[in-house]
């Protein structure tokens, strides 16, 4: 369940911020791809790091 409201959360701010997806992605080093799965509540394992 804290996953689903992170996940709407962070949609909800990125878009406050008036940001894609993809420039949101710039920002923080990671893929469009990357933001995408967090905002629909599937997150990396935290072992691996994003290329």
Known sequence: M????F???LAKR???LGLT???L???LNVSPQ???K???SSYPDGEEGES
Request: no cysteine; proline share 0%.
């Open 2 to 5: 804290g996953n689903t409201v």
């Open 7 to 9: 996940g709407r959360n």
């Open 14 to 16: 990125r878009k406050a």
């Open 21 to 23: 997806q993809e420039q």
């Open 25 to 27: 992605a710039m920002r």
């Open 34 to 36: 990357a933001v995408s």
């Open 38 to 40: 967090w905002e629909n």
